[in-house]
């Protein structure tokens, strides 16, 4: 016997989809009815959290904090100021959209300002964000006001909620305001956000809530939440009860066979696996007493693996993304594209400038062709170090192009050099006599402005395609992380005959005169305030020994891997 099949025709499925529709909205009105006999009381007495699960929706299901459980006391917090140091994506945003929505329906005739860094922020977010929590939400959507329906206004029952991008003028001419929401504090216009404050002078209620993703310390949200009692989220471990809040240094590992290595978050006492399920924030310090502060990092969420943030470790472009994004941590020193600021006489290494010190095959060098001057950089490698020691510095000048390649080519085989780089612009003369000479060590580079953003290696021709801005950027953020050392500056070789400055001067002072900084656009561009080739060919080295590391023994990457940084914390 065969089963029959019913084929659903295409009339039928709409007249279902149809009735699907009406009884959706006989369910919405049915709760609408509901809430209009409600006990008043417990409209408006049922904390934010609670009562933003009962009254709004995520499109079609309730709201709720599943494997979020952290969120719901930030919530419920009645601190007039909370500040949240968050790592990215854990839905703080989403949230505290809802608890200004719910602010706004608990407190008659009150006045939400919900501010982002700039108009066209607040477009996405308004789009998103907000719209969602007023349509899909049966209660919002009956006391929504009709008629203020726009991106920066929005009417709930008696109140008003206000949106707008803090680098946007007509910010000047706003209202008095009883609640202000600051969302990417660290990316707001610094002056506005005391006028801010300013506009809830006259209100009863005046609660302000800050959040963002930390940038450097000492700066933006990172100070603010140093003013507060600074609450972590203790997990317990089930085997030894040790309370702990998680941190890079629980990641461990299982080790199965050399091949196989399981990363974990383990107790730091008796390195049990730690449930991540259920937590409890606890202060950390002793803040004004206003104000309550909290700390999210993505290794709170069950849901994100220990490997995860390995691999999130791994593919940053930039470390201080890493730890800013994936920790909510602020990184150390770094106001990442420059290095105006960084201690020289930290990274000064042991070692005078020498091109004659012995390598044993381990050095790069990376050359920025010119004319009369070229310029060059030796750096010595080790096999278990990732750090890189500069042991020479070339600022060769002659008027005879000739002499440019023949002079390299010396260099290159006077340090035994293992990879050679050099600026692609001569690529037809000079270029072609260091293949000649040096063979698969050499490597030509075209730096874009435009276009890949990791470096991309070309096995079949030697190229190599970079984007200058990130090179460069990555470039400072390994100077100040001190991974790469500077020769030791006493024996003052000079960088030209006439001048007194020296090669490590020189160095120095073309790492100063460049600036990597965003645009409007978020795309990075560089500020010149003088020469950039000496910087230029070191942050040549850095993807030449990086590419090295990516193609050595994976004994190494997994040591690279076990690398645990303690930082931000300081
Ligand atoms: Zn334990």
């Not at 019913?6 to 007249?15: F, G």
């Not at 501010?115 to 349509?135: A, H």
């Not at 206004?153 to 929401?181: C, E, H, P, T």
């Not at 500069?390 to 080519?409: A, G, L, V």
Request: charged fraction near 30%; hydrophobic fraction near 35%.
């Amino acid at each position: 016997m065969t089963t029959e099949r019913r084929i659903i025709t295409s009339d039928e499925n709409v007249e279902r989809q149809m009735q699907g529709r009406v009884l959706e909205d006989f369910v919405r009105s049915c709760i609408v009815m509901a809430i209009d006999s409600a006990d008043d009381s417990e409209f408006y007495e049922v904390p934010n959290a609670e009562w933003i699960a009962k009254y709004t929706r995520k499109g079609a299901s309730a709201f709720g904090y599943k494997n979020r459980d952290f969120q719901i006391d930030i919530l419920n917090d009645p601190a007039h100021h909370k500040v949240v140091m968050k790592s990215a994506q854990m839905g703080i945003s989403e949230i505290m959209a809802r608890d200004c929505v719910c602010r706004l329906c608990k407190n008659d005739r009150t006045k939400a300002l919900y501010t982002l860094p700039t108009d066209s922020d607040v477009g996405i977010f308004s789009d998103t964000r907000v719209r969602p929590i007023f349509e899909d939400s049966p209660y919002i959507t009956r006391w929504s006001g009709k008629g203020t329906d726009n991106l920066g206004r929005k009417q709930v029952k008696n109140s008003f909620l206000i949106l707008r991008g803090s680098w946007d003028v007509r910010l000047a001419q706003m209202m008095d305001i009883d609640f202000i929401y600051i969302d990417e504090f660290d990316r707001q216009k610094p002056d506005i956000i005391g006028s801010l404050r300013a506009r809830m002078d006259g209100s009863a209620y005046r609660y302000e809530t800050d959040y963002s993703t930390p940038t450097i310390e000492g700066f933006g949200i990172h100070t603010l939440y140093l003013d507060t009692d600074q609450k972590e989220w203790y997990v317990t471990c089930n085997r030894c009860g040790e309370e702990q809040f998680i941190t890079e240094e629980h990641i461990m590992f299982y080790e199965e066979d050399e091949e196989h290595i399981e990363p974990y978050f383990g107790c730091l006492r008796c390195k049990t696996k730690l449930n991540r399920f259920t937590g409890l924030w606890k202060p950390t310090a002793k803040g004004k007493p206003e104000m309550s502060g909290y700390h999210i990092t993505q290794a709170m969420s069950p849901m994100i693996s220990a490997a995860d943030i390995l691999h999130k470790k791994e593919t940053s472009q930039l470390e201080a993304d890493y730890y800013n994004y994936t920790w909510g941590l602020p990184y150390r020193g770094s106001s990442e594209g420059s290095v105006e600021t960084i201690d020289y006489d930290s990274i000064m290494g042991d070692h005078p400038l020498d091109p004659d010190s012995r390598t044993g095959g381990k050095a790069i060098m990376s050359i920025d062709w010119g004319l009369p001057w070229s310029w060059a950089e030796i750096r010595r490698i080790e096999d278990d170090n990732p750090d890189g020691e500069i042991i020479w510095i070339e600022c060769f000048k002659s008027t005879n192009p000739d002499d440019h390649p023949d002079r390299m080519i010396e260099l290159a085989r006077q340090a035994e050099a293992c990879m050679v780089m050099a600026d692609i612009g001569y690529s037809d003369s000079r270029g072609y006599r260091l293949k000649q000479a040096l063979g698969d060590v050499f490597w030509e580079v075209a730096s874009n402005s435009v276009g890949t953003v990791e470096p991309k290696f070309n096995l079949k021709n030697h190229h190599v395609v970079c984007f200058k801005e990130r090179i460069l950027k990555r470039h400072f953020v390994l100077l100040k992380n001190k991974r790469i050392w500077l020769p030791h500056d006493t024996d003052k070789i000079k960088f030209a005959k006439d001048k007194s400055q020296t090669r490590v001067e020189k160095w120095l002072e073309h790492h100063k005169s460049i600036k990597v900084r965003k645009n409007r656009d978020g795309v990075e561009e560089m500020v010149y305030a003088g020469q950039d080739h000496l910087a230029l060919t070191s942050a040549y080295c850095d993807i030449a020994f990086e590419y090295l590391l990516k193609n050595t023994s994976t004994t190494r990457r997994t040591q690279r891997k076990v690398r645990v940084h303690r930082v931000g914390r300081g």
